[in-house]
């Protein structure tokens, strides 16, 4: 997966916060198939290899339920190896009877949606070809069409137990409160480029020409507010740069453009303008 590894700038991990661990703990475990990699009372991280960092979730002590209609997380999506997985894994949630959202056929991709017991969406995908995706002006073609739910559940051949070791974070949505000053932040700044437009409604960003490594909407509407700082829901993201190089680059990028930036140890800290705090990271 050569879009989401060097040299390629792309998204990494996220932290959650959640109302109670050991039911979200259970959830994650039991019906994605995450193995824990950290954990303490109030914490754990999750990983799919037994190495890498794909989830943080954290129950703090003031934490209050998941807020409508503000910025933060619309998904995170979670890309796996192959499309035998995706069947597995379909078969696994019908099993257990876990309430799915939907499924689509985005040309580029075949997709899951559910929402963990906090209301925090999760699309589980698998890539098509890159060879198949069609490419007009820039811009990568993507739909919402009917998935092949017969040939997916046809093509699960393992019982589905545990991520596959191969799996990365493809992906992250976001709702936003406008998308003007948004695209300057992420792509003047943080150098994504446009792959896809869907009007005056959502972004599709990605570097590498991936089909997107971010997407950013405004289907709570514009103007929509922040969430309070102990809501359920997204605390931050990171972002991977291929180089300190590059990443110095985007700092001071940000900074020239008026974007707040602060230094965490080797960690910068930024925000978009929607208050959807980013650590950018280097690989």
């Known amino acids: 997966m050569s879009f989401h590894k060097y040299p390629t700038t792309f998204v990494s991990k996220l932290s959650l916060r959640v109302l109670d661990l050991d039911r979200s703990l259970a959830f994650y475990q039991e019906i994605i198939g995450f193995q824990i990699l950290e954990q303490s009372e109030k914490r754990a991280i999750l ?34 190896p192959s499309r035998s997985d995706l069947g597995s894994v379909l078969k696994h949630l019908l099993k257990v009877k876990y309430p799915l959202q939907g499924g689509s056929d985005h040309l580029v991709s075949e997709a899951l949606y559910l929402a963990d017991p906090d209301g925090n969406g999760i699309e589980i995908y698998v890539d098509r070809s890159p060879s198949q ?33 191969g799996t990365v974070m493809g992906h992250i949505h976001l709702h936003v409160s406008e998308l003007e000053k948004t695209k300057e932040f992420y792509c003047e700044g943080l150098g994504f480029e446009v792959v896809c437009n869907y009007g005056n409604q959502a972004l599709f960003i990605s570097t590498g020409r991936y089909h997107h490594h971010i997407g950013l909407n405004v289907w709570n509407g514009i103007g929509a507010p922040q969430p309070s700082g102990n809501s359920v829901g997204l605390m931050d993201y990171t972002i991977v740069y291929p180089s300190e190089i590059e990443r110095d680059h985007v700092t001071q990028k940000l900074q020239q453009l008026g974007f707040d930036v602060t230094r965490n140890d080797k960690v910068i800290i930024t925000a978009d303008p929607s208050g959807n705090k980013i650590r950018l990271t280097v690989n």
């Open 133 to 165: 995706w069609n490419w007009n002006n820039g811009e990568v073609e993507m739909s919402t069409d009917p998935i092949d739910v017969e040939g997916l559940l046809a093509s699960g051949r393992e019982e589905w137990s545990k991520l596959p070791e």
């Open 47 to 80: 990983t799919a290899d037994g190495k890498t960092a794909l989830l943080e979730i954290e129950q703090t002590d003031d934490v209050i339920p998941k807020q409508p209609r503000t910025t933060g997380l619309y998904h995170f999506a979670l890309l796996l």
